[in-house]
Structures are given as structure tokens and as C-alpha cells.
């Protein structure tokens, strides 16, 4: 079983940063994709950005692409997400995920590829 905790969450306002972290537990952190999604009220959950097991690739959604930063650190069993020039539209709550098999690859932004999740940590963006 792998745990996923996020942080990092807060109030800041338009053109602020924030760093979002994921500490993961449980398993070979280093074997594994991670994946960073959010959630809106009343909107569904969408992909954010993604790196591979190996660190080599990130993805990104068009919308964040060029002001979120996916990174890890797998000496520390942890993902970053560094969020740069926010937006009042990136408010939502930010999870952490990872997929069942180590050494996966493929379907990164699709939200049923994954099979852990964390918690959630909330970021909202003041205009």
C-alpha cells in the first residue's frame, strides 16, 4: 500500500507562488510515475502535471504549462509541484497520485491511470 500527503497549500494572491510537496510512503517512491491533479467545486477532477518514474519526462496541462514546475526528489520519497504566476482559476484542491505498477509509463494525464491518492491540500488564488 502507498501513502500520499500533500502540503504546501494556502491563500496567496494573484501572481504569487506556492510549492506543493507530496510525501509518499510505502514503496519503492522511486519505481513509481507521479502525478499532480486539482479539483474546482462543481468541476471535475483534471490533470495538472505528471513526471516519469525516471524523472527524464514531465507533463503538463496546456493551462500551467510555462508557470508550474513538476519535480522529485527521490532521496526525500517526495513530488513537488512549484506553482509560479497564480491565477485566480487555479483555485481548487491539489492531489498527488500514483499508479498501481512501478515502471509504468503512457497514460499520465488520464485520471483513471492512477490508483493512489492523497488527501488533497487546498490553494486558492485572490484576484
Do not use: H
Amino acid at each position: 500500500q502507498l501513502q500520499l500527503v500533500e502540503s504546501g497549500g494556502g491563500l496567496v494572491q494573484a501572481g504569487g507562488s506556492l510549492r506543493l510537496s507530496c510525501a509518499a510512503s510505502g514503496r519503492t517512491f522511486s519505481r513509481y510515475a507521479m502525478g499532480w491533479f486539482r479539483q474546482a467545486p462543481g468541476k471535475e477532477r483534471e490533470f495538472v502535471a505528471a513526471v516519469s518514474w525516471s524523472g527524464d519526462s514531465t507533463y503538463y496541462a496546456d493551462s500551467v504549462k510555462g508557470r508550474f514546475t513538476i519535480s522529485r526528489d527521490n532521496a526525500k520519497n517526495t513530488v513537488y509541484l512549484q506553482m509560479n504566476s497564480l491565477k485566480p482559476e487555479d483555485t481548487a484542491v491539489y492531489y498527488c497520485a500514483a499508479p498501481m505498477n512501478a515502471y509504468s509509463s503512457g497514460s499520465y494525464s488520464q485520471r483513471t491511470w492512477y490508483d493512489y491518492w492523497g488527501q488533497g491540500t487546498q490553494v486558492t488564488v485572490s484576484s
